[in-house]
């Protein structure tokens, strides 16, 4: 298995435009996460899906921010419009019931809004 | 609710001399626990976990942890440190809506 695979690695971006970040989890596990993490905050949970369904997104910053999960394989965070103070890495995991809620994480989309 | 707390921002050791990474925990019920590392420049990848049974865990790369159930504390170890672990380290427990509370990290710093 390839693991937890995000694009882009990195993203540069003006202030006010659409930021799309993606992730595709390991097959088989139900559950998928979206972590931002800077050096003031840390790491910080942004929303989290079971079977595709969003369970709790009350780590999402504000409006401005929005994720999907269509299908098993394929989740986006959007960001829209993006400001200077969206620049973090933004993680994706996901878990299943199976591996004892074990973590598996991507490598990360850095993302900076100049 | 469920949480943990790492003390320390930074550990510094020697390479060669044991390492202890501090972790205590507050739950209800029976702890999941779990650390994870992050490399500069990666995502957070898993070392090991305590569930049930012997409370001394093993994991990756030489680390094992100790559960101590008296001391609310899921301290890591490894016995001999190399300068190659130097990294981020997460404790984590898991909740009771089955996502995992991350503490704050701890830098670990291993000294040629």
């Known amino acids: 298995d390839a693991g937890v695979i995000q694009s882009p690695r990195h993203e540069v971006t003006e202030m006010g435009q659409e930021v799309t970040l993606r992730c595709k989890p390991i097959?088989?596990?139900?559950?998928l996460f979206w972590y931002r993490q800077t050096m003031m905050r840390g790491l910080e949970l942004l929303i989290y899906?079971?079977?595709?369904?969003?369970?709790?997104d009350s780590g999402m910053p504000e409006d401005r921010f929005s994720a999907k999960m269509p299908n098993a394989s394929f989740s986006t965070l959007k960001i829209q419009p993006s400001e200077p103070r969206d620049s973090a890495v933004y993680f994706c995991?996901?878990?299943?019931?199976?591996?004892?809620?074990?973590?598996?994480f991507g490598s990360g989309t850095r993302l900076t809004v100049v | 609710a469920q949480s943990v707390a790492q003390p320390e921002d930074q550990v510094n050791v020697a390479e060669g001399n044991p390492l202890t990474v501090k972790c205590t925990y507050s739950?209800?019920?029976?702890?999941?626990l779990f650390w994870y590392v992050q490399y500069p420049n990666r995502g957070l990848q898993f070392l090991l976990k305590y569930i049930t049974g012997d409370n001394l865990v093993k994991g990756s790369y030489g680390f094992e942890a100790e559960f101590n159930k008296s001391q609310t504390s899921f301290h890591l170890k490894k016995p001999s440190a190399l300068v190659s672990d130097s990294a981020l380290y997460f404790c984590a427990v898991r909740d009771d809506t089955d996502k995992l509370i991350f503490g704050t990290g701890t830098r670990l710093q291993v000294f040629p």
């Open positions: 739950v209800s019920g029976n702890p999941y």
């Open positions: 995991a996901s878990s299943s019931t199976a591996s004892n809620y074990g973590y598996t």
């Open positions: 097959s088989g596990h139900d559950y």
């Open positions: 899906f079971n079977n595709n369904v969003p369970i709790d």
